[in-house]
């Protein structure tokens, strides 16, 4: 591998790829867009194949995701399955808290919690996207994200700053509680579980309400995006702000990964008004 080259793009037709990771399993990347069908990339001969999937409990595709599209939710793979959470139908829609499961190897779903048409419920999360995840001792967690309130104006975002875990045995929610120097309220963090660390790392972000000074127009503007790094270790609970000599630039909508062979965690791309 000495530079980068392109590879085709999903199938004629797909949706358009937005705010969608790709879950790798065996040699295939797993894309899935809010449809019943999920485009699966093979890394070998670089080609691209749908497959269809169904409910397991038999309902229509369109009673879970009515519009039949769906962006900017948490992902993870976890023993042959790919849970999903969260995530919008449609930008600037309110958001959704429903937690869901694909076993790959029978391509069924399972939905575990959540409802489509979100209802108040304080033992789950709150509906969300743009949510910070990872997996750890055999839970999925979810912190930070935001939920969009069109009804009050564009900026209008409801940021979150609790965490929850989902017990992948046991299929249920927990509010941890934590303590210690953890970030502001902010969605569209770039974040990845340091496993040789043995903590999550969150990067930067954004918060439509909060305002920021713009001296050379001698006034206030509503929106700030951040470049400070946090790192919350599931042991003890605690969030800790890490503090280095240099970092990158302001940003959100970055990626964040950790090499697990040196532990050595990378940041990539993300943008700030605009500009990536």
Known sequence: MNGWRPVAGPPPGSPPVYHQPLIVHEGKGYLFQGQSTVRVFDFSPETWKESTTKLRNGDPWRKLIPKNYLIAYAAHLYKDKIYVFGGREEWGEYGRNVMMSLDIKTLLWDVWSGTPDVKGDVTIPGPRGYACSWIADDKFYVTLGSAKRKDQGPNADCTYLDIWSFDLASQKWTEEKFSGNGPCFRTQS??????????????GGYNARMLISQPEAGAMKLGSYFADTFAWCPQNKRWSQVITK??????????????????????????MSGSL
Not at 253 to 263: I, K, L, W, Y
């Open 190 to 203: 770039a974040y990845t579980f340091n496993s040789a660390w043995q903590k999550a790392l969150i990067f």
């Open 246 to 271: 240099g970092f990158p630039t302001y940003r959100s909508c970055a990626e964040m990964f950790t090499d697990p062979g040196t532990g050595r965690t990378y940041l990539f791309g993300g943008c």
